[in-house]
């Protein structure tokens, strides 16, 4: 399971990050999927008594633009996405490119970007890893409150 040596993350572990402001950015592909990532990542920032603003994208590809443009203003920025593998390179190229643009903004922009971004064989993977009723895992909850943290920290240094 992807999820095992997970640390615990609640309320208590996002205390240090309330009212810090968070933008999440979303792509718009498999809608299933993406509103359970987003609840998700809402669900975090409320636990943090956090501050957020949601933009939507078209796509995965989009995302690093999205967060290089909101990072200024923001003490942290959550990318949501899925990306399911078909028969063609597509799936390589759009997942190298969305990680490499966000690692970039992140580590240029020293503003942390959460990693919600779900590269997957296949849809049942996608909506076990959405926070849905029935995953077994809340990517975008993890994302968040990853990004949250983070943002503390360096707040904190």
């Known amino acids: 399971m992807a999820g095992h040596g997970a640390p615990q993350t609640g309320a208590e572990e996002l205390a240090a990050a309330a009212g810090l402001k968070v933008a999440i950015v979303a792509a718009s592909w498999h809608t299933v999927v993406m509103d359970g990532l987003l609840a998700g990542a809402e669900r975090a920032v409320a636990d943090a008594r956090a501050e957020a603003t949601v933009v939507r994208v078209p796509g995965t590809f989009e995302l690093p633009v999205a967060a290089a443009r909101l990072a200024g203003d923001y003490d942290a920025v959550v990318a949501l996405g899925v990306v399911i593998r078909g028969g063609t390179p597509h799936f390589e190229y759009v997942c190298q490119g969305a990680t490499a643009g966000l690692t970039d903004v992140s580590v240029r922009t020293g503003v ?23 995953s077994s895992e809340d990517k975008g909850y993890e994302a968040t409150a990853a990004a949250l943290q983070t943002a503390a920290v360096l707040a904190a240094l």
């Not at 779900?118 to 049942?124: A, G, I, N, P, V």
């Open 112 to 134: 942390p970007v959460g990693f919600g971004v779900l590269t997957c064989d296949d849809e049942q993977q996608a909506l076990d890893r959405a926070g849905l009723e029935g």
